[in-house]
C-alpha cells in the first residue's frame, strides 16, 4: 500500500497552500527516513500524526477496525519542533544522498515542508501529519 504524508495547519497562513504538499516520495521513504531519524536522536514523522474526527472514521472503516471513542480529537504540534526535525532530517539526506531511495524527490518534499513549517512557525500556527493511501 503505497501512503503519502498530507500536512494540515492549525489556521490559514497567508502566502501558504499546505493543501498542495504532495508527501508521496515521503510517504514511500519512510522507512528509510524512520531510521535516520532514529540514528539522529530524533522523533520520527510518526510522532506528528493526528486524525481530525473525520479522518479516523474512513480509516477506521477502510482499514476495518473499532472507531475512536467519541473523545477523540485532533492534536496540534509545535511547528518549530517539525522544523527543527525536518531541517536535520534534510541535511542528513543532502549529505548522505545514497542512503534514501528517489533522493531528489525526497529532497524536494522536504523542503516544501521546509518551507511550510517555517511560515507556520513565524505565525505562531501549530500544525499536524496525516497520511493518504
Known amino acids: 500500500m503505497a501512503i503519502a504524508f498530507l500536512i494540515y495547519l492549525e489556521r490559514d497562513v497567508p502566502g501558504t497552500d499546505a493543501g498542495r504538499f504532495g508527501g508521496r516520495a515521503l510517504g514511500a521513504a519512510r522507512w528509510e527516513l524512520e531510521t535516520i531519524l532514529t540514528d539522529l536522536d530524533r522523533p520520527g514523522l510518526g510522532r506528528f500524526i493526528s486524525f481530525s474526527r473525520d479522518e479516523a ?77
Open 57 to 133: 472514521e474512513t480509516l477506521a472503516t477502510d482499514m476495518k477496525f473499532d472507531l475512536p471513542g467519541p473523545g477523540h480529537a485532533e492534536h496540534w504540534f509545535s511547528s518549530r519542533e517539525g522544523l527543527e526535525n525536518v531541517r536535520a532530517l534534510r541535511d542528513y539526506v543532502r549529505d548522505h544522498p545514497a542512503e534514501v531511495s528517489e533522493c531528489r524527490a525526497v529532497l524536494a518534499e522536504l523542503e516544501e515542508m521546509e518551507r511550510l513549517l517555517d511560515a507556520a512557525d513565524r505565525a505562531g500556527v501549530g500544525f499536524r501529519l496525516s497520511v493518504d493511501y
